[in-house]
T-cell receptor, first 118, second 110 residues
Framework: KAGVTQTPRYLIKTRGQQVTLSCSPI?????VSWYQQTPGQGLQFLFE???????NKGNFPGRFSGRQFSNSRSEMNVSTLELGDSALYLC?????????????????FGQGTRLTVV | DQQVKQNSPSLSVQEGRISILNCDYT??????FLWYKKYPAEGPTFLIS?????DKNEDGRFTVFLNKSAKHLSLHIVPSQPGDSAVYFC?????????FGKGTRLHILP
């Protein structure tokens, strides 16, 4: 079974530009979550999509957005990039069931996209 | 406000000894806790979890203990092996939201 695939692996952008990151979940997984990892803040939850709908959202500004397609693939977009957006962006997929039931809460992560804003 | 705290940024343990990684949380409504392990240049991988209704879960060399009254979680690795050197993240779930700690870097010394 193929794992979670994130593209591109590395990206360099300049301030003010926008960027789109892609995540292909494990086949059959309908939940895709995005996280930002920085040395100072650790791992922070951005948002989660399930069946093309955003189900949860972390505390990030509106410049961070995402979407999920009918094949469960997800994209994350960051507009008007700032230097502080430099981070490792991780995507995780799971076959998570709705609130109250956690038989599959373990999410499988991709290798991440390393974004550097200069 | 950090709801999940891993107060030790790093920890060094001799190979063969016990590694104990700690995690504190502030919200008593969390109902599920997980530990993830992360190697450099790779995404985190799930290690072990525990429901809030339990106080211990064991899987091979890994045991997670939950002390709800103290709002404290710990991961024990026995015996520690060189391949255990990684960053370990504690995470808590409530209402379908997952919150991670900042991680603890574990160094296993030869």
């Amino acid at each position: 079974k193929a794992g979670v695939t994130q593209t591109p692996r590395y990206l360099i952008k300049t301030r003010g530009q926008q960027v789109t990151l892609s995540c292909s979940p494990i086949s059959g997984h309908r939940s895709v979550s995005w996280y930002q990892q920085t040395p100072g803040q650790g791992l922070q939850f951005l948002f989660e999509y399930f069946s093309e709908t955003q189900r949860n959202k972390g505390n990030f500004p509106g410049r961070f957005s995402g979407r999920q397609f009918s094949n469960s693939r997800s994209e994350m977009n960051v507009s008007t990039l700032e230097l502080g957006d430099s981070a490792l962006y991780l995507c995780a997929s799971s076959s998570k069931i709705r609130s109250g039931q956690y038989p599959n809460t373990e999410a499988f992560f991709g290798q991440g996209t390393r974004l550097t804003v200069v | 406000d950090q709801q999940v705290k891993q107060n030790s940024p790093s920890l060094s343990v001799q190979e063969g000894r016990i590694s104990i990684l700690n995690c504190d949380y502030t919200n008593s409504m969390f109902d599920y806790f997980l530990w993830y392990k992360k190697y450099p240049a790779e995404g985190p991988t799930f290690l072990i979890s525990i429901s809030s209704i339990k106080d211990k879960n064991e899987d091979g060399r890994f045991t997670v203990f939950l002390n709800k009254s103290a709002k404290h979680l710990s991961l024990h690795i026995v015996p520690s092996q060189p391949g255990d050197s990684a960053v370990y993240f504690c995470a808590a779930i409530r209402d379908d939201k997952i919150i991670f700690g900042k991680g603890t870097r574990l160094h296993i010394l030869p």
